[in-house]
Every structure is written in C-alpha cells, then in structure tokens.
C-alpha cells in the first residue's frame, strides 16, 4: 500500500475556492444557495420549474382522464403524479445543469 506522503508535491496545499476573489456577491449567493442551503432567486430557473410541473400536470391530468374508466379519479391520481414527476424532473435537470456550470466556473 503506498504512503500519501511519497507522492511527489503531495505536502502543497490545495486551492479549494469555490469563487474567486473577485466574485460579485450574486455569484457567491448562487454557489452557496446552489452548493449547500438557500433559495433559488435566479428567475429563468424558477420559471423553467414552474413551466415543467404544469406542463408534466396537464400530461397526466389528460392522460389519466383518457385512460381510465372513472375519468376523474384517473384525473387525479394521474395529474398528482405528473406534478410530482415534473417537481422532481425539473429539480434533478436543474442541480445537474447547475452543478456543470460551476464546475466550469460559471456562477451566474
């Protein structure tokens, strides 16, 4: 098993920032909020979301009224999981699409 330590250069620290010195306090808000805790303020984000969960609504809304012999409970049950399949679509595309972009230093 090799020692850490015989590693050349494995004594030099690492720089572990996660925003420049540079960065404007929006761009450290958005790391934070998107790394560890906070609210999303970023508006085009907030939309996308609130267009997803309606969009994959009616999908399942249709769908289950379509489908089903009782029109409405179908409605219903599906339309919940359509709000659920687009709450949890759009949050998980969101992190992935976040997380690429700060991996690429973008913290808009």
């Known amino acids: 098993m090799k020692d850490l330590h015989d590693e050349p ?3 030099e ?3 572990a920032e996660l925003v420049g010195p540079r960065a404007t306090d929006r ?3 958005n790391v934070i909020s998107d790394t560890v805790t906070g609210v999303n303020l970023r508006i085009s984000d907030n939309v996308f979301q609130a267009v997803a969960i309606l969009v994959c609504l009616a999908l399942g809304t249709g769908i289950g009224a379509a ?8 409605a219903l049950v ?4 359509g709000l ?4 949890f679509g759009s949050g998980i595309f969101l992190m992935i699409y976040r997380a690429i972009r700060h ?6």
Do not use: N, W
């Open 9 to 11: 250069g494995s004594d």
């Open 84 to 87: 659920l399949a687009g709450l």
């Open 67 to 74: 489908v089903f012999e009782y029109r409405v409970q179908g």
């Open 78 to 81: 599906c339309g919940f999981l």
């Open 27 to 29: 761009e450290t808000y």
């Open 103 to 108: 991996l690429r230093g973008r913290h808009d």
């Open 13 to 15: 620290l690492v720089d």
